[in-house]
T-cell receptor, first 115, second 114 residues
Framework: ETGVTQSPTHLIKTRGQQVTLRCSSQ?????VSWYQQALGQGPQFIFQ???????GRGNFPPRFSGLQFPNYSSELNVNALELDDSALYLC??????????????FGPGTRLTVL | DAKTTQPNSMESNEEEPVHLPCNHS???????IHWYRQLPSQGPEYVIH???SNVNNRMASLAIAEDRKSSTLILHRATLRDAAVYYC???????????????FGKGTKLTVNP
């Protein structure tokens, strides 16, 4: 148990719809990173939120957007869903320290299926 | 792109040691070597990390080559619960706010036979 929770566990949407996924970070962690994991692949970095601001983005289009709230929980929003968006979406929380390397703690993921 | 190379799969027997190799020939002086693993139907979990010296924790040991171009994750006595995909990842020191992203490759799928 990492203390990172995600909801919902599973979700089925149709092409063109919009979806919101939620993540509650581990207590005291101010950074949330989101990853997309297609079947049989390693997770791919989508973006990161640090103290409520986007702090880095991977190679994902603008229809992938996010938010971080004052309690450091986070949302991932995907607009205009495409079939290729079907994947496991993972969030990871961390508390970085200056000049150190930190550990990211992952939630169990949300399995999104787009039909 | 992932900066590490790992075998696609490995197999071990229960109660035997497992050595999972990773090549990272382009490693820089400030890159830490991290290992995460992903059990079936779960998110990745941290295993161990190191910079230059060999490291031990309750889960595993990390042996780092003297030139740092390769490393080996050692599970001293594999159990069925250790069956997972193991990812070797290079991460730079955090120099500003936020965390360095994790760049995952495909990892090594470890099968543990009873």
């Amino acid at each position: 148990e990492t203390g990172v929770t995600q909801s919902p566990t599973h979700l089925i949407k149709t092409r063109g719809q919009q979806v919101t996924l939620r993540c509650s970070s581990q207590s005291g962690h101010n950074t949330v990173s989101w990853y997309q994991q297609a079947l049989g692949q390693g997770p791919q970095f989508i973006f990161q939120y640090y103290r409520e601001e986007e702090n880095g983005r991977g190679n994902f289009p603008p229809r992938f957007s996010g938010l971080q709230f004052p309690n450091y929980s986070s949302e991932l929003n995907v607009n205009a869903l495409e079939l290729d968006d079907s994947a496991l979406y993972l969030c990871a929380s961390s508390k970085p320290g200056q000049g150190t390397t930190d550990t990211q703690y992952f939630g169990p993921g949300t399995r999104l299926t787009v039909l | 792109d992932a900066k590490t190379t790992q075998p696609n799969s490995m197999e071990s027997n229960e109660e035997e040691p497992v050595h999972l190799p990773c090549n990272h020939s382009t490693i820089s002086g400030t890159d830490y070597i991290h290992w995460y693993r992903q059990l079936p139907s779960q998110g990745p979990e941290y295993v161990i990390h190191g910079l230059t010296s060999n490291v031990n924790n309750r889960m595993a040991s990390l042996a780092i080559a003297e030139d740092r171009k390769s490393s080996t994750l050692i599970l001293h006595r594999a159990t069925l619960r250790d069956a997972a995909v193991y990812y070797c990842i290079l991460r730079d020191v955090v120099s500003q706010g936020g965390s360095e992203k994790l760049v995952f490759g495909k990892g090594t799928k470890l099968t543990v036979n009873p």
